[in-house]
């Protein structure tokens, strides 16, 4: 696509529910990224892909985040046992390259959970 | 200054005045530094980056200087515009990590 979507825009669950945030990058991208930001605060890791290989999750929370993308393109994000805390915006990026630490990171809108 | 929770630094100029942003970063083994644009309600946008063999790269109308010996970023903005009013967020990359730092509100008043 022209940018990377991500879907839904906002969620609003309640707390113990599984929640599937999803993510389709740029088309051909082969890196893709997922961070959370909170209001005022810069994106903050999670985890990223080379194509359908999950090269670091250091930045997931706990075990109740995980991540997958199968095919090496679409990604989702799943937090299963919600909980208040999780409350943020998470935010999907996709890069051509194979490293997060060079080349330019495209960001989508991002995905607005708030956990009740 | 610092950032805490909502309250973020805020760079208020004019319009066509030049505006420079800085950030401090933490990690001296750090090679890569990029500065990002965030207006209300969108995604970051990538502005320009740099790597550590440098201490200045030019973009159009942007600026970045990098001094190592203090650890200090900062982002030059030429005439800046009434869309240049964002959150801008410089981050700092190894192989494996980039690190957003807290970001920096620009208001332009025109």
């Known amino acids: 696509g022209a940018g990377v979507s991500q879907s839904p825009r906002y969620k609003v669950t309640k707390r113990g529910q599984d929640v599937a945030l999803r993510c389709d990058p740029i088309s051909g991208h082969v890196s893709l990224y997922w961070y959370r930001q909170a209001l005022g605060q810069g994106p903050e890791f999670l985890t990223y892909?080379?194509?359908?290989?999950?090269?670091?999750k250091s930045g997931l929370p706990n075990d109740r985040f995980s991540a997958e993308r199968p095919e090496g393109s679409i990604s989702t994000l799943t937090i299963q046992r919600t909980e208040q805390r999780d409350s943020a915006m998470y935010r999907c990026?996709?890069?051509?390259?194979?490293?997060?630490?060079?080349?330019?990171?495209?960001f989508g809108e991002g995905s607005r959970l708030t956990v009740l | 200054g610092e950032s805490v929770g909502l309250h973020l630094p805020t760079l208020s100029v004019q319009e066509g005045d030049n505006s420079i942003i800085n950030c401090a970063y933490s990690?001296?083994?750090?090679?890569?530094f990029i500065w990002y644009k965030q207006e209300s309600g969108k995604g970051p946008q990538f502005i320009i980056d740099i790597r550590s063999n440098m201490d200045k790269r030019q973009g159009q109308r942007v600026t970045v200087l990098l001094n190592k010996t203090v650890k200090h970023l900062s982002l030059q903005i030429a005439a800046t515009q009434p869309g240049d009013s964002a959150v801008y967020f410089c981050a700092e990359g190894g192989y494996s990590t980039l690190t957003f730092g807290k970001g920096t509100m620009l208001l332009v008043s025109p």
């Open positions: 990690n001296s083994a750090s090679d890569y």
């Open positions: 892909f080379n194509y359908e290989a999950q090269q670091d």
């Open positions: 990026a996709s890069s051509s390259g194979q490293s997060r630490a060079t080349g330019e990171l495209f």
